[in-house]
């Protein structure tokens, strides 16, 4: 058989499929020939991890032909909790050496801070980056940290900082004359459709000084055509945020950046039916809901059984446009066998119209027809808690595992699969907790 030949297919062809290969295929694809090399530099090159090292080499100009080919910038080596000193002096390095990359459209930030410097590093951040012309443009923002607590033996205090820092990165965290919650000089983005973000509110609840986080206030005014939120956050209630009404923002407008939402990834550090309601009251038009937090809250739902299957519908029937969803298991303690009668029970209310039963429950539903693009719900025991600063807050009290996950998917014909997943505290040493 003849080999086929592509060479006479337009370069259009090939960027389009090109587009869809993972990054090995590609590398694999750029040493075939000359025509594949030049064709697919943009997708190898599109993204870059700053580290100190690869600052070196673009400020040294050794980079400088693959300045205009990236589009997501990553800031790697911000994590270091021993050393927060440090993690803002790369930082400040990293957002100066943005000039480079005239076309980003994606910017991701992690770093580890102490929990009364975070707000102002990711302020700090966002402005810097406001400067340049592609800010407006920028369709992807992930701004997330981890905490160093009060209690972590790498906790370092504010007047610390502000002793050990030299003046550029003082103004770079702190800009003179301004306080953190002025931020009226950085532009809203006019096509963000991508977002992640640790605690926007440490409660995301109300009675919150609007000094706390001024990162709700960015998020809300440039939400409008957000499609995808990832948020982390301790905990979650039904009511809004008091931040935005105390900047001027009326609960329609909050409504409408949250309603734009299609697929939400949230951690929370415990779980219980309230915060379901505060998930479902919010974002009612998702598609795609993902809830990671410990199951220990749905353990505790109340007898009987069918409480259970209740309280899951009672939620997830309002999102009328659900189409997948991954939540914690509400365990029963009658055994696995119990539990999955249970799911499938759930199941079947949620995709068939169930007017006898919910008359039964005694509530009206907020949708009694059921959800039509339901395809499959996993249901996830054995998630531990998120961060650190969980263990730390909790004094070592909260069991540390480091054990592997359980789901169970049940699929709208009721069809369920079991499998196993890695924990991700598995293999991960347990934090010392430090009793100041």
């Not at 040493?31 to 030049?38: A, F, I, L, P």
């Not at 957000?226 to 909050?254: C, P, Q, V, W």
Request: charged share 20%; with cysteine; aromatic share 12%.
């Amino acid at each position: 058989m003849e080999a086929t030949n592509l060479s006479y297919l337009p370069p259009e062809i090939f960027d389009i499929i090109y587009s869809y290969l993972s990054y090995d295929s590609l590398l694999v694809v750029s040493v075939c020939s000359k025509t594949d090399r030049r064709l697919s530099i943009p997708y190898l090159f599109c993204a870059i991890k700053l580290s100190i090292d690869s600052l070196k080499a673009f400020n040294n100009g050794h980079l400088s032909h693959l300045n205009h080919r990236i589009r997501h910038v990553n800031f790697s080596d911000l994590d270091c909790a021993s050393d927060f000193l440090q993690n803002v002096i790369k930082c400040r390095l990293y957002c100066e050496s943005l000039h480079h990359f005239p076309n980003i459209t994606g910017l991701h930030v992690f770093f580890a801070a102490p929990d009364n410097q975070h707000t102002a590093l990711r302020v700090a951040i966002i402005r810097a980056a406001s400067k340049h012309s592609w800010f407006r443009s920028l369709k992807s923002l992930s701004i997330d940290y981890t905490s160093i607590p009060d209690e972590s033996p790498y906790y370092i205090t504010p007047e610390t900082v502000e002793s050990s820092l030299n003046s550029k990165e003082l103004h770079f965290l702190n800009p003179p004359g301004r306080r953190l919650t002025d931020i009226d000089d950085i532009p809203v983005l006019e096509s963000l459709t991508s977002a992640s973000v640790t605690a926007m509110v440490p409660r995301f609840s109300v009675d919150r000084d609007p000094s706390s986080d001024p990162l709700a206030l960015f998020y809300c005014h440039s939400g409008s055509t957000l499609r995808d939120l990832k948020l982390k956050s301790s905990a979650m209630s039904y009511t809004y945020t008091l931040i935005f009404h105390l900047h001027g923002i009326s609960r329609n407008e909050i409504a409408g950046v949250l309603l734009s939402i299609r697929k939400l990834d949230i951690t929370l550090y415990s779980f219980n039916s309230f915060h379901f309601s505060g998930i479902v009251s919010r974002f009612r038009n998702l598609e795609e809901l993902t809830i990671n937090a410990p199951n220990y809250g749905m353990k505790e739902l109340p007898a009987p059984i069918a409480m259970v299957e209740r309280i899951v519908y009672y939620h997830m029937v309002a999102l009328r446009n659900l189409k997948r969803a991954r939540i914690p298991w509400p365990v029963t303690g009658e055994g696995v066998e119990a539990d999955i009668e249970i799911l499938t029970d759930t199941m079947r209310y949620l995709t068939t119209n169930q007017e006898a039963r919910v008359r039964e429950w005694n509530f009206r539903p907020a949708n009694k027809h059921g959800l039509p693009e339901l395809e499959y719900i996993d249901f996830v025991s054995g998630y531990e808690e998120v961060d650190d600063d969980y263990w730390y807050t909790y004094g070592g009290t909260v069991a540390y595992k480091g054990s592997d996950m359980t789901i169970a998917r049940v699929y709208r014909d009721m069809r369920v699969e079991m499998r196993t997943e890695k924990g991700h505290r598995k293999g991960l040493e347990k934090p010392v907790w430090v009793n100041h």
